[in-house]
């Protein structure tokens, strides 16, 4: 079983939906949580961290429940420009990120 | 630019050649981090620099990969008789910094070194 489980799509919405990700995690000891975005043949990039409390940030919100070992992402009125891969991202206490596989996202006009 | 680089961008190698690439990353940062990713995959951790001292290794890295920080600065990865499952892109990211920082623990990644093993 993958550390970090995620749908991977793909998911194409018209522009202006609602789109949600969901991401589950398998160790319960794991410390921080983010979601990362990657364009095409680009690194990946921060796109926001993740708390229990949750958080948004804009069109974008993230909650974390720590019980279900679950994360989730929500985009509201989506633009072409969310056409990306977005990576569900965990860290235990190396710090080091154990990255889901992605979920493809595909915004149409 | 003041973001992580890396270089090459591209190697193309036969199967059983060595190669090296380097990273170099944000100046003050003390953490870097190698990761790899094959498509539709997301990045998998390989090693881990904490200054000059190499803290953490994943069982990813067999005995033919080998890295490097000599100065706590820029650091190199080697690849040595590669085979076509080495094929992928090699990330390379940095944190750290000045503690009040909120990006402190935040991981800035390069555009990593795209390698094809023949």
């Known amino acids: 079983r993958k550390e970090v489980e995620q749908d991977p799509g793909p998911f194409n919405v018209p522009e202006g939906a609602t789109v949600a990700f969901n991401c589950t995690y398998s160790n319960s000891a794991s410390q921080s949580f983010f979601w990362y975005r990657q364009d095409c043949r680009k690194e990946p990039k921060l796109l926001m961290s993740?708390?229990?409390s949750g958080n948004e940030d804009g069109r974008f919100t993230a909650q974390l429940n720590r019980a279900s070992q679950y994360i989730s992402l929500l985009i509201r009125d989506s633009k072409l420009s969310d056409s990306a891969t977005y990576l569900c991202?965990?860290?235990?206490?190396?710090?080091?990120?154990?990255f889901g596989s992605g979920t493809q996202l595909t915004v149409l006009p | 630019d003041t973001g992580v680089s890396q270089d090459p961008r591209h190697k193309i190698t036969k199967r059983g050649q060595n190669v090296t690439f380097r990273c170099d990353p944000i100046s003050e940062h003390n953490r870097l981090y190698w990761y790899r990713q094959t498509l539709g995959q997301g990045p998998e951790f390989l090693t881990y620099?904490?200054?000059?001292?190499?803290?953490?290794k994943s069982r990813l890295l067999s005995d033919r990969f080998s890295a490097e920080r000599p100065k706590g600065s820029f650091s190199t990865l080697e690849i040595q008789r590669t085979e076509q499952g080495d094929s992928a892109m090699y990330l390379c990211a940095s944190s750290g910094g000045l503690r009040r920082a909120s990006s402190y623990n935040e991981q800035f990644f390069g555009p990593g070194t795209r390698l094809t093993v023949l």
């Open positions: 991202v965990v860290t235990g206490s190396a710090r080091q990120l154990t």
């Open positions: 620099f904490q200054n000059e001292a190499q803290l953490e």
């Open positions: 993740v708390y229990s």
